[in-house]
């Protein structure tokens, strides 16, 4: 049995903000041009924006926060979108300037919105829950980057006229973060 006490109430809180750019997952949507190349959206992909709040506990670090992860695909008679709102909770193990950490991020309001000739891509998804681990290199005390996997999966609702499906949205990417 494993028993873990955090001294909350004497743990240094710090707002928290973050970029990320992200890389993976399944094909949901691939957009041919006129000059017949193509861009793809993917479910793992591209940037994220995280705010929230950091603490430091005797032997740990930990994190909520709360963002957007985004991809779009923009043409002069349409454009698709891609968005899902985040949420994570995170703890974080310190070794000097290392930090190794994990834990569990729920992402909602899954959406893939077109307009004009894209709009036969719209779909909704079901809100996910996944699991996340980070490795941060802190170069100071208030600003790091971190390589960051993401494990979580979508389900295709059936709106829009579209069948269920699963789709992979696992992804791996950069972050930079800092806290004041």
Same mark, same amino acid.
């Given at each position: 049995?494993f028993i873990?006490?955090?001294?909350?109430?004497?743990?240094?809180?710090?707002?928290?903000?973050?970029?990320?750019?992200?890389? !993976? &997952?399944? *094909?949901?949507?691939?957009? %041919?041009?006129? =000059?017949? +190349?193509?861009?793809?959206?993917? $479910?793992?992909?591209?940037?994220?924006?995280?705010?929230?709040?950091?603490?430091?506990?005797?032997?740990?670090?930990?994190?909520?926060?709360?963002?957007?992860?985004?991809?779009?695909?923009?043409?002069?008679?349409?454009?698709?979108?891609?968005t899902r709102?985040?949420?994570?909770?995170?703890?974080?193990?310190?070794?000097?300037?290392?930090?190794?950490? !994990? &834990?569990? *991020?729920?992402?909602f309001d %899954?959406?893939? =919105?077109? +307009?004009?000739?894209?709009?036969? $891509?719209?779909?909704?998804?079901?809100?996910?829950?996944?699991?996340?681990?980070?490795?941060?290199?802190?170069?100071?005390?208030?600003?790091?980057?971190?390589?960051?996997?993401?494990?979580?999966?979508?389900?295709?609702?059936?709106?829009?006229?579209?069948?269920?499906?699963?789709?992979?949205?696992?992804?791996?990417?950069?972050?930079?973060?800092?806290?004041?």
């Open positions: 049995m873990f006490i955090a001294d909350i109430a004497n743990a240094e809180v710090d707002f928290f903000a973050g970029m990320g750019l992200h890389s !993976g &997952g399944d *094909t949901l949507a691939t957009v %041919i041009f006129t =000059d017949d +190349s193509n861009e793809k959206i993917k $479910a793992g992909e591209l940037v994220s924006i995280d705010l929230g709040m950091a603490w430091d506990m005797e032997s740990m670090e930990g994190r909520a926060t709360i963002g957007l992860k985004n991809d779009q695909i923009t043409a002069t008679n349409g454009d698709l979108d891609f709102y985040t949420s994570q909770i995170m703890l974080f193990y310190p070794l000097e300037r290392w930090h190794f950490g !994990g &834990g569990l *991020t729920y992402h %899954i959406e893939l =919105d077109g +307009s004009g000739q894209a709009s036969v $891509a719209n779909a909704k998804y079901r809100n996910a829950l996944g699991f996340v681990a980070e490795i941060d290199y802190y170069f100071n005390n208030w600003f790091f980057i971190g390589l960051q996997y993401t494990d979580i999966e979508y389900d295709r609702s059936t709106s829009y006229g579209k069948s269920e499906r699963t789709f992979d949205g696992s992804s791996i990417g950069i972050v930079f973060a800092g806290r004041w």
